[in-house]
Structure formats: structure tokens, C-alpha cells
């Protein structure tokens, strides 16, 4: 990573168990908020324990080796199960991924197909198709992996995707209940602190920030943990099924008044036909524009089918102190 100076251990009783992670040292935070999107109320009382975690998220760099020592193939680069997609036409089973198209001219932000495009031959390799490559990107954060591609990367480095709350708390870095990673201005002094959209979505961005896609990893400056992009850039996996905040428990945290998690909780309940269980993704992107998706915030959260790979989601790891 050569924009990330290797840190020192920030606690004498814990040594980083591997390189460019950051000590988490845990605690009580208030998770979520009750000011923004309905999805991330109510705000609550949590608690986490200490954990380390990537300082960035996982870079082109990084996942090739991990593809060059393993062979993985990840899912958009291998033809879909048609068990999975019942009356799906062949073509939508080709390997593929889903692609932002930018609009020439204002669209109804009610169809997000006004933007969005399954393409084939998009995947890690051909970010926007089979004509594009990533030989310029490889300080990029790695795209186009649904969860279980985040998931065996994690595994073979040792590591594991941390939980909504371990995310949030480590995004807050210290700042809580702050609106932003950063603190309570979106651009204090006039600066840009992440790489997300600015002006119309999805047809006119003005790139105040310096960037149209996505950036080099630690393009901006860290949290108050030392973390890089916890807003902006790509939205990052969680290990948490997508429910309501009330619902959700994870074995590393503690809840008040924890009701459980269940995988069939996570399923749409707007398209009951399909069974594919949804977990929570954290941080937003380059795409979140103000007049469309202000979830550069640390509460903010979406869900996302565990199938399904796009081109502005990634993901970095953690690893627990045994």
C-alpha cells in the first residue's frame, strides 16, 4: 500500500497482527441516528470490544495476490446457478456485474435503472467491462466482490469482515454521535473530506472532490483513528443480516435489549419471490450526492443482496484480539 505509512501499535498490550491495521480500542457508542434516513433509527446505546482493522480497504493490489496464491474465481466472473434465479432469461446468467451509467440529463430518481446496468464481463479485473482493466488502479479499493468473495479473501489473510457495529464505532473514530466521520460540517472551510458526488446525481458532478470514480486509497485524510475512506469511495461489507437496529445482534457486541438476527429477517419484504438474504453495507460512495444518497455518514447503512456485486462496493477486514 503506497499510500499508507505502517503504523506502531497504539497500546503496549496489544501487538498488530499484521501490517497497515489499526487498533480499535472498543467501547460505548451511540449507534445509528434519528435525524436522517428512517433505516437508521432508532438511535442506540452499543457496546464493542477492542479489534483491529484495515486501515484502508482492500486494494487491486491486494486482492490479486490473493487471487494469484489461490486461484479464486470471483462470483461475477463465473455464470450464475439458474436454481437461484428461477424464470430468469439465459443472458441475465452470463457472468456479470452491476455497472454505474452515468445520465446525460435529469431522470426520475425513482428507477434506479435509470443508472444502473448489469453488464457482462464487468467484474474485478474489467471494473466497467470486458474493454476496461484496472493496470492504473492498483492503489484503488477492490470492486465488484459480492460477500462471499469479501468473505474468502478475509479467510485466506487470516482476517474477518467486522460486524455494522464494529464498523460504525470504528468510523466514528472517537467522535460520537458526530454527523460525520470528520466532525458536524460536511466541508469545513470549503474542503472536501471524501471522495462522494458532487452536484446532480446521477448526471452532473462537478468533482470538487478531484475524482469522477473511485480514488486511490488514502486519498483523504484519516479518521480519528487513524482509518482511511470509512465515507466515500465504496461502500464496505458487514456481517450483519439487514434488519431493523432494534433486531440486530452480533456475538463481538452487546445490544440493549438484543431481540436476535436471523438470516430469513434480512429478506425484501417489497419482493417476497426472492429468497437472496441481504446484509448491511456501511459508508456510502463516490455516487452519494446530497440531493440523492447522503449516506457519507457513519449512522447511514443499506442493505445489499449477498449475491450481488457492483462497482462502487468493496470492503476492508478486521481481526479480534484473542
Avoid at 503496549?12 to 435525524?35: A, C, R, Y
Avoid at 428461477?86 to 434506479?112: C, E, I, N, T, Y
Avoid at 492498483?138 to 465488484?144: G, R
Avoid at 445482534?249 to 435489549?257: A, Q, R
Wanted: charged letters at 25%; glycine letters at 8%; a neutral charge.
Amino acid at each position: 500500500m503506497s499510500r499508507v505509512v505502517e503504523r506502531q501499535a497504539q497500546s503496549t498490550q496489544v501487538e498488530e497482527p499484521f501490517l497497515n491495521m489499526v487498533w480499535i480500542p472498543g467501547g460505548t457508542f451511540l449507534m445509528g441516528s434519528d435525524k436522517h434516513y428512517p433505516e437508521e433509527a432508532p438511535a442506540h446505546r452499543v457496546t464493542v470490544g477492542g479489534f483491529w482493522m484495515d486501515a484502508c480497504t482492500v486494494t487491486n493490489r491486494e486482492f490479486a495476490r490473493f487471487v494469484d496464491a489461490t486461484g479464486y474465481v470471483t462470483s461475477a466472473e463465473r455464470p450464475a446457478n439458474p436454481d437461484d434465479y428461477p424464470g430468469a432469461k439465459p443472458d441475465m446468467l452470463a457472468p456479470s456485474s452491476v455497472v454505474f451509467s452515468k445520465a446525460k440529463q435529469r431522470v426520475d430518481l425513482r428507477d434506479h435503472y435509470n443508472w444502473w446496468v448489469y453488464v457482462r464481463g464487468a467484474n474485478w479485473r474489467h471494473p466497467r467491462g470486458p474493454a476496461s482493466s484496472i493496470k492504473r488502479l492498483a492503489d484503488h479499493p477492490v470492486v465488484h466482490v459480492n460477500f462471499e468473495d469479501a468473505e474468502a479473501y478475509a479467510s485466506w489473510a487470516g482476517k474477518e469482515l467486522p460486524s455494522e457495529a464494529e464498523w460504525e464505532f470504528a468510523a466514528r473514530g472517537g467522535l460520537d454521535a458526530a454527523e460525520f466521520v470528520w466532525g458536524d460540517e460536511m466541508t469545513p472551510d470549503g474542503r472536501q473530506m471524501a471522495n462522494t458526488w458532487q452536484g446532480e446525481f446521477p448526471w452532473r458532478n462537478l468533482c470538487e472532490d478531484g475524482y469522477e470514480g473511485t480514488s486511490p486509497v488514502a486519498s483523504f485524510a484519516a479518521n480519528g483513528y487513524g482509518l482511511y475512506d470509512m465515507a466515500g469511495n465504496v461502500w464496505q461489507w458487514t456481517t450483519d443480516w439487514y434488519q431493523e437496529h432494534g433486531k440486530i445482534y452480533s456475538p463481538c457486541c452487546t445490544v440493549d435489549n438484543p431481540r436476535g438476527a436471523k438470516r430469513e429477517d434480512s429478506l425484501d419484504p417489497r419482493q417476497p419471490q426472492i429468497r437472496i438474504p441481504r446484509k448491511v453495507m456501511k459508508g456510502g460512495s463516490h455516487l452519494c450526492a446530497p440531493n440523492y444518497c447522503r449516506r457519507y455518514r457513519p449512522a447511514a447503512r443499506m442493505a445489499q443482496p449477498v449475491d450481488t456485486s457492483t462497482c462502487h462496493l468493496g470492503f476492508r477486514c478486521i481481526a479480534r484480539r484473542t
